[in-house]
Structure formats: C-alpha cells, structure tokens
C-alpha cells in the first residue's frame, strides 16, 4: 500500500485544512496517510473532522516548527540536525528510511527544500533540484523546471532539468517522448541569453525529443510538454502569469459592473462559465509541485491550499509513487 | 511644428495601414507628417485614401526595402551604409539632419534598433539603449525596459535603464517622481539573479525614487512605475503576459459557448464589456514602444498593427516630442 506522509502543519491555516485534506484523500483513494506535527492536536483535529471513522491514517509526533521566518544559516542548522523535530525533518526521515513513499508540505518552500536536499541527498548525476510545477496550456499541462529553486543556472542544470522533466511527464501523465524546449525570447536557435544559447547544443546532443527555443506564449499555447529555465526566468514567468490572469479577471469584473444592466445580467448568466474557466487554470487543481532531483518524492504545495489542494497534493504524489518516478529517474541518469 | 517621419512600409500590409495611420493622425493632431518609402505607390496611397484633401503630410522617397529577412552581418551593412536608401536609413537621416523630430516605424525591431544605433548612435552616459514598452497595470501603466535589445546586461545596463524610464515616464506620463523596481524572483532584498542583487546597491546609490525588487504580480497590480529588468527576461515576461492573457480569453469564449443557452446569452451580453477589456490591455492602444537611450527618438510598432495603432503610434512620439524628453534625458544623464 502507497504511504504518503504529510505536514500537517503546512498550510496558513494549519492544521485545520492539512487534516480535513488528508481525511478527503484517504475515503476518496487508496493509500495510508502519516500526518506529522503535534500529535494532541492532530488527535483531536482528526476526532473533530472525522469522529468515529477508522481512516488509514495516524499521527507522528513532531513537537517542533519551522516558519516563513526561518531561512539562511539557521534554517540550513535545522534542516541538517540529526535531531530535528520539525515536521519537515520527522516527515523527510520517514522517507528516508523507507517506511512513508513521498512527502507533502504547503509549509514554507525555501525550508521543504533545503530540508529535502540535506536530508535525502540528490540523485546520482543530478547537480541542483528543480522546483517542477503543471502549467494550464490550451491543450492540457506543461511541465516547467525550474520555477524558483536556483536563481542562477548553469547549462548543465538545464539538460538535467530536461532529463528529469522527460521522465516525469512521460510516467506520470503517460505522454509518450515528450517534447522538451528551452524558455526563450525567440523560437529560432541563436535567439536567447548567453545561457540559453550555450544550453541549445548540449539538449540537442541528448536522446530527448528536444524541439529548440520556445516563447512564453508558445508554452501556453502546448507547444511542448515540458520547458526548462533558470529558476529565477522561471519564476518570472510563472508570477507575470499569475499576474496578468488576475488583472484581467478584475477588469473582466470591474468593466461588467461599470456596464448597463445587460451587462449585469449578462455577468450573473457566464458566472458558472467563469468558475469553470478559475478551475481550468488553477495552481491549485494540481495540488503540489514536484521537486525533482532529491533522492526521494516531495511534493510542495502552496501555503494557501484548500484542503481540496491538500486532497489533490496527496493524489498527485501517490500517482507518483504509483508511476515509480524515483527509479524512472535513476535508470534515465545512469545513461 | 512637430514633424514625425513615418515608416510607410513598416506594418505587414503595409503601405495602405501605414498611410492610412498617418492620415488618421494628420486629421486628428496638429503635427506634421514625412512618409518614407516607394514615393510613386506612397503618392497612389494618398490619393486613394484622402482624395481633395490637404494634409500636411509630404512623402521622401526610399526605394529600397529592409525585411524580416534581414539580419546579422547583411543588415548591420545595410544599417551603416551612407547610401542606403530603405525606409529606416533615410527616415532616420531626417531626425538626425534635424528636418523630423522622431521616427516612428511597424516594421523589422531588429532592424529599426540596429540602424537607429549606427545611424544616430547612444547617448553620453548609456552603453545600451531599451526597448521600453507601457505594461497595462490595475492602476494605469508601468514602463518596463528593457523588453527585447539586450538579451544579456551588466548592473550598469539596469541602473542606466531605471535612469531613462524615471525621466520618460516623469516627462511624457507626468507621474512626479516615479517608483522604480527591478524585476525579481521576490520582493526582500537578496532575492534574486545574481544581476538582480548586484544591481540592487547600484539603484539604491542613485537619486531615483528606487523601491526595491518587485514580482510580476506586483508589476500588474501597480506597485512601479518603472520596473528594470534585462532583455531576455523582460521578453519572456512580455510574451508569457501574451500568453496567458490568450490562453484566459480563449477559455472563456470555449466555457461560454461549451455551456448551456443562459450561458451563450449572458456571453452575447458581456460581450462589449469584454471588448471594452480587450481595448484597455491591449498594446496597440499604446500604438509603439520608445527605444530609449539612442541619440534621437525613435518608436517601434508591432507589424501586426492596426491603422488606430498607427495613428497612435504617431501620437506617443507627438508627445514625446513635445514634453522634450530627448532634452531632459541628455540633462538626467549628466548628473
């Protein structure tokens, strides 16, 4: 049986919405579920939520915290010491020792990193991890890495990001040679940073189905199935992105109520329409994004996650599991 | 009297929008107007489209043409050559002879920059000029610079950018005092590309009003009015907002039309709203883009633009004439 263990003291509103996530995941799928973090809480959390009910889920304790204020040399102490007793670090140990398959976190992402990195190690022939998040594109998903783990890449960073995209997309969403491109601002080959034209021949020379330099609007556009890029372009991207989506549905709303009552009406008629349309396109349909590279499955999530994202976020890491992405990965690095 | 030469075979159906762009200008504003291009066909296309009419609008013959093929080694020649005589050549001889007061032209970017650089080569203080297009924002718009000519940049490039954009947008736009930003992975200072936190210390020394790194969410929600940035990922920022705001419109006529009769009905409603949406983000309305930082004013259009995109084109540089940038920019610099 799949195991999946989860910081359930992960979310903001933590850790109401990880506990009635963790309990939707474990009627709707079939895994056993390990929350970590305060074990009396959690108790009584589950008690409240689901009173009565035999769920496949328990509790570790872990009486500690890490929050958004912890980062650089203390947080790097807290994710390396043998006897931490945040959730993260109890969490990615039970991962390591075999007895959970992946973990989840909606806690702070720059501490489910580091604390995956210095607790499970990288992948043989893997340089830096890449934070691996679905972007919505008008054909289904695109695979990006990496969209905030290193600011600064090296062309190196990019191939393996490529390499481990492939395998990833191709085992989990079952697409068959997927196509790879480069993030860039031109699609013909000599377009781009120094870092994307020194990139460009090393990705042709591997056995990807690589498809050359791809514009932002081309990836919303399904141009390829998965797009490499330095950590810091990529996070860009994904933040424009975000950005431009909100501006224009406050605009979209702001002109329909500056309009007549045709308008209006017109607004109440498409605001079903326009619900299923935020739901597309929403980070939070996926649930968490992969982090691949660390020798091990974990799947960070938003700290604004529902507990219908903290749902999703152990589905996702379960097909993971379900996939054997880990050992995909190792037998497409040994080449 | 303003006099603005335009490049008369610059959009892709061109020459009639271009001609067409300029009449609607010469009707609208009390400018002068040089056409440069074939001089027969330009002479054909005035009578066509303004017959018995007298427009201070005079045509200067340039018969060669430069193309989207043109590029690398045969353009920069064509771009030097004394005697060239395409469209950009000769129209940005008449700003550098003093006879027009800035060139405006939709046609081939790379080539319009590279021969507005040999033609009337950088201003004392900038080592490369930007292109600076006007980001659509919640509270009005946001210059972003550089969007395209340098895909690669020093700290110094950055700094010098912040330096034109606080000018043009105090000049032109008249927001006293502007709020400059680098674009970044993250609002806290230390965030960012290694360009990024090296460029920081640099803007905070100057005397703009600089407030930090800033994300592409912020850039939309209006938080500068000038964000710095290098040219690669200016770019991808630009085309990723294309993208997404495609890929929005696309899924909500789809929703629309895939839901019920109420939906379809409530979509024909909101309709002019969303054509109204459509006007305020969209680039043409803003017509071109400064290249700022060339000793001479010079303003790029998309080739795909609209005859109102022209005639809008032509009245950014109006007014950027008229506030004097070019004056206040030479000024800025010397400090």
Redesign the interface.
């Known amino acids: 049986m799949t195991t999946i263990v989860l910081d359930a003291m992960g979310t903001d509103t933590h850790p109401d919405t990880d506990v009635r996530g963790a309990i939707m995941a474990a009627k709707e799928y079939d895994l056993d579920i390990i929350l970590v973090g305060d074990e009396k809480l959690l108790s009584e959390k589950l008690a409240e939520y689901a009173p009565n009910e035999n769920l496949p889920i328990r509790v570790v304790h872990a009486p500690e915290m890490l929050t958004m204020d912890d980062k650089g040399d203390g947080l790097v102490r807290k994710a390396r010491h043998k006897e931490s007793k945040n959730p993260m670090a109890v969490g990615i140990d039970l991962v390591k020792r075999g007895e959970a398959d992946a973990f989840v976190s909606a806690g702070n992402t720059g501490a489910t990193m580091v604390t995956s990195l210095f607790r499970l190690g990288r992948l043989r022939g893997i340089n830096r991890p890449a934070l691996s998040p679905a972007i919505?594109?008008?054909k289904g998903h695109c695979l990006a890495l990496d969209l905030?783990a290193n600011?600064?890449c090296k062309p190196r960073n990019l191939v393996e990001f490529g390499k481990m995209g492939s395998v990833y997309v191709e085992k989990v969403w079952g697409i068959k040679n997927p196509r790879v491109g480069i993030?860039?601002?031109?699609e013909e080959a000599g377009?781009?940073?120094?870092l994307?034209r020194e990139t460009y021949p090393l990705l042709a020379e591997t056995d990807l189905n690589f498809v050359g330099n791809v514009?932002?609007?081309?990836?919303?556009?399904g141009e390829v199935d998965v797009v490499v890029?330095?950590?810091?372009?990529g996070?860009?991207?994904?933040?424009?992105?975000?950005?431009?989506?909100?501006?224009?549905?406050?605009?979209?709303k702001e002109?329909?109520m500056q309009?007549g009552i045709?308008?209006k009406?017109?607004?109440?008629?498409?605001?079903?329409?326009?619900g299923?349309?935020k739901e597309?396109?929403d980070p939070n349909a996926v649930g968490a994004v992969p982090l691949l590279g660390v020798n091990g499955l974990v799947f960070i999530g938003h700290g604004s996650s529902s507990d219908h994202a903290i749902k999703n976020a152990i589905r996702v890491a379960k097909e993971a599991v379900e996939a054997n992405v880990l050992g995909s990965l190792r037998e497409a690095l040994k080449k």
Chains 1, 2 share one sequence.
């Open positions: 919505p594109t008008v905030g600011p600064d993030l860039s601002n031109g377009k781009g940073s120094n994307v514009e932002g609007k081309g990836v919303f556009a890029t330095d950590g810091f372009t996070n860009v991207f994904l933040k424009s992105s975000e950005g431009v989506a909100k501006l224009m549905s406050d605009t979209i002109t329909i309009g045709l308008a009406i017109g607004g109440l008629l498409i605001k079903p329409s326009l299923a349309v597309k396109l």
